[in-house]
């Protein structure tokens, strides 16, 4: 069973700072790598996900991945309340499956 | 926007009993699937479907047994609830396979097995 383990369990930041989480992976054969985000009592929803080494930008969010190292970051810049939540990092490892980890909650306080 | 809608939101069951969770989408997708979130193991697959009369086993299917009639529909079938299958259940949807497709998530349903 592939693993994906997510640190810090929690984060808690003032408005308007970076937002930092760190997954990491037990298998380089990885596909994608999807980051998800859950607000309590809602389902998970798709914020950016990465395929390729390097770095992603989407509008606040930037996902970097280094599969020598097993490892993918997700950084929220200008972090706002509404960002409170948890994320989830999801792995792909064959065809039709996504490995969660048990996901950091980020706790944003004006 | 897509839309997966589940039904009940919330159910309480008892052993031994059956018990029977719905799911149905407005996306226009072919792959649709079933999770089960639980504290200290996070969301992981039961079965997913990507065609309609028919099912395939995920990670854990012990248990359940799951039921796609049509492209729109797919249900979660536990024909034995037992304690250990108290949790949050979440049904997706997406275009293609989960790799490369962003999964579309329902509100979920909470069942408790007393």
């Known amino acids: 069973q592939e693993k994906v383990q997510q640190s810090p369990e929690s984060l808690i930041v003032p408005e308007g700072a970076m937002s930092s989480l760190n997954c990491t992976f037990s298998n380089s054969a990885s596909q994608s790598i999807w980051w998800y985000q859950q607000h309590p009592g809602k389902g998970p929803e798709a914020l950016i996900?990465?395929?390729?080494?390097g770095n992603k930008k989407e509008g606040r969010l930037t996902v970097y991945l280094n599969r020598a190292s097993l490892h993918v970051s997700l950084h929220i810049r200008d972090s706002q309340p509404s960002d409170s939540a948890v994320y989830l990092c999801?792995?792909?490892?064959?065809?039709?499956?996504?490995?969660f980890g048990l996901g950091t909650r980020v706790s944003v306080f004006p | 926007e897509a839309a997966v809608t589940q039904s009940p939101r919330s159910k309480v069951a008892v052993t031994g009993g059956k018990v029977t969770l719905s799911c149905h989408q407005t996306?226009?997708?072919?792959?649709m699937y079933w999770y089960r979130q639980d504290t200290g193991h996070g969301l992981r697959l039961i079965h997913y479907s990507y065609v309609a009369d028919s099912t395939e086993k995920g990670d854990i299917p012990d248990g359940y047994k799951a039921s796609r009639p049509s492209q729109e529909n797919f249900s979660l079938i536990l024909e034995l609830a037992s304690l250990s299958q108290t949790a949050v259940y979440f049904c997706a949807s997406s275009d293609q396979g989960a790799p490369n497709e962003r999964l579309f998530f329902g509100h979920g349903t909470k069942l408790s097995v007393l």
């Open positions: 999801a792995v792909s490892y064959y065809a039709q499956g996504l490995t």
């Open positions: 996306n226009n997708h072919d792959y």
């Open positions: 996900s990465i395929f390729s080494n």
